[in-house]
């Protein structure tokens, strides 16, 4: 089956003076224009191109690849604003619109969006929306307590940043437990929290409970040890400092600090942290009664 507004592999009917014939299947015969064929195509060839319309809406194809296909959620630029809506800039002739339905405040030419790539099925249209409720809030996501999930950043709020999960519903990350600056249609790795009544989801940027510390000392070590067994470091460092170095709140480096420290592999200096690189001799009774 092929999708419109996705890349898509045809088989190559046949060679025509403007271009060549695919094989659409249930769509037909599909035109690839003469700039687009590959040189040394013939009819049979197995070839990868993207489905859509062109300024007619007639159904096209293009070995071009856009910055986005149907189903994605995108960060993109405003080329021009009209009375019909915004265009974005997706990488092809045709520019990608935004109906002015469809955005959830007005768009503005030069500026850039994170949309949500679509389909209209009935007129066999792609489109574009800032209106990412409409894609996300219903959807259902199969996840637990813990679980590293896929987060695409899309707005921030006085509590936190709101982000997709997943490519299938919304999480929040709450203000405190981010340490870094976060922007719209970033990517980033992240983990449930808590899976709320309400059936909203609390995310995190650490693994929760004790395998944060676990990482974060492994992540503390690594850095003595590229660093030369000494940082200039403390508990008085500002989070900001912590979470750039080792990439863990403050508490975490805390919790991890101590738990090296209790197993003898660092020394907390009163300006940073030493690596310990050789055992803390242990003398047996019988070497101290050996002694003189």
Known sequence: ????????????????????????????EILLPSREVPQGCQAGDQLQAFLYTDSRDRLIATTTMP??????????????????????????????LVPRNE???????????LVYVALDTAERRIFASTKLERFFSLRHVDVQEGDQVDLIITDRSEIGYKAVVNMA???LLYENDVYEHLEAGQRIKG????????????????KPGYDKVLEAKETIVRALEKNGGVLKVTDKSPPECIHSLFGC????????????????????????????TKPVEHYSDSSRMNKP
């Open 103 to 113: 955005q959830l405040e007005p768009m503005r030419k030069g500026r850039s969006y």
């Open 1 to 28: 089956m092929m999708n419109i507004g996705r890349i898509n592999t045809f088989s190559v009917l046949k060679l025509v003076d403007f271009g060549a014939y695919l094989d659409g299947g249930e769509l037909g």
């Open 169 to 171: 519903c919304f999480g």
């Open 191 to 206: 983990y449930v929290k808590s899976l709320r009544a309400d059936g909203k989801i609390d995310l995190s940027l650490q």
């Open 67 to 96: 910055l986005a296909q149907v189903g994605d959620l995108v960060r993109l630029k405003v080329i021009d604003v009209n009375p019909v809506g915004a265009f974005l800039d997706w990488g092809l002739p045709k520019d990608l």
């Open 249 to 276: 709140s403050k508490k975490t480096y805390k919790q991890a600090v101590g738990a090296l420290y209790k197993a003898r592999r660092v020394r907390i200096d009163p300006d940073g942290l030493s690596l310990i």
